[in-house]
Structure formats: structure tokens, C-alpha cells
Nanobody, 120 residues
Framework: VQLQASGGGLVQAGGSLRLSCAAS????????MGWFRQAPGKERDFVAA????????DYADSVKGRFTISRDNAKNTIYLQMNSLKPEDTAVYYC??????WGKGGYNYWGQGTQVTVSS
């Protein structure tokens, strides 16, 4: 599976962005998907995850109520709608695919990352 993340950019605090992650291959619906982020000088952190069917999701406490993960299996794409953005959300955001894992771990494939910068 190859993953291509897009949609990052510069936004003011309180604003919104929607990230997309397009996957190659015909087995996209077989993978749980996730979003992670890495700020400068910090480790990569879990943001959100969604199961194969899209019926179950999980979020980091820091983004609950502000971010929404979704997927469109017909388009081989997942999304991360980010609202009420804060400067501390600034990071490179990565999407990932898990064949057997779910939630915070067990991801087999990673996208290249897209930069999100939130100005105060």
C-alpha cells in the first residue's frame, strides 16, 4: 500500500483544515487507518484512527471534539477534519495503514507527511 497525504498548510488559530490521505491498491478496505503527527524535536504521536468499516474511531485526548477522522473506501481515501486549531497542533501529519493493528500501534505502511502550521 502506498499512501499520499495532502491538505496541510498555514492557518490561524481557531481555523480549520482538512487533510486527505489517498491509498493505492485494491485492498484499502482491509486496512485500519490512522493519523499521527510529529512536532519539531518531539516524538511522533497518535492523533486518530478508524477501523476498516469506518464504524469505529479513536482519538488522542488532545484532539477529541476538534478533529474528526473519516474514510471513503470507494475512493481509497481517509480524511482528518481539523477544527478549532491551536498553535500546539503545528506538526507534520502522517497517515498510516494497519493490516492487523488498530488504534495507536501496529501500522505497516506510512505516508510521506504533510505540514500543518497554526499561527497564534
Amino acid at each position: 500500500v502506498q499512501l499520499q497525504a495532502s491538505g496541510g498548510g498555514l492557518v490561524q488559530a481557531g481555523g480549520s483544515l482538512r487533510l486527505s490521505c489517498a491509498a493505492s491498491g485494491r485492498t484499502f478496505s482491509s486496512y485500519a487507518m490512522g493519523w499521527f503527527r510529529q512536532a519539531p524535536g518531539k516524538e511522533r504521536d497518535f492523533v486518530a484512527a478508524i477501523r476498516r468499516s469506518g464504524h469505529y474511531t479513536d482519538y488522542a485526548d488532545s484532539v477529541k471534539g476538534r478533529f474528526t477522522i473519516s474514510r471513503d473506501n470507494a475512493k481509497n481515501t481517509i480524511y482528518l477534519q481539523m477544527n478549532s486549531l491551536k498553535p500546539e497542533d503545528t506538526a507534520v501529519y502522517y497517515c498510516a495503514a494497519a493490516r492487523d493493528g488498530w488504534g495507536k500501534g501496529g501500522y505497516n505502511y506510512w505516508g510521506q507527511g504533510t505540514q500543518v502550521t497554526v499561527s497564534s
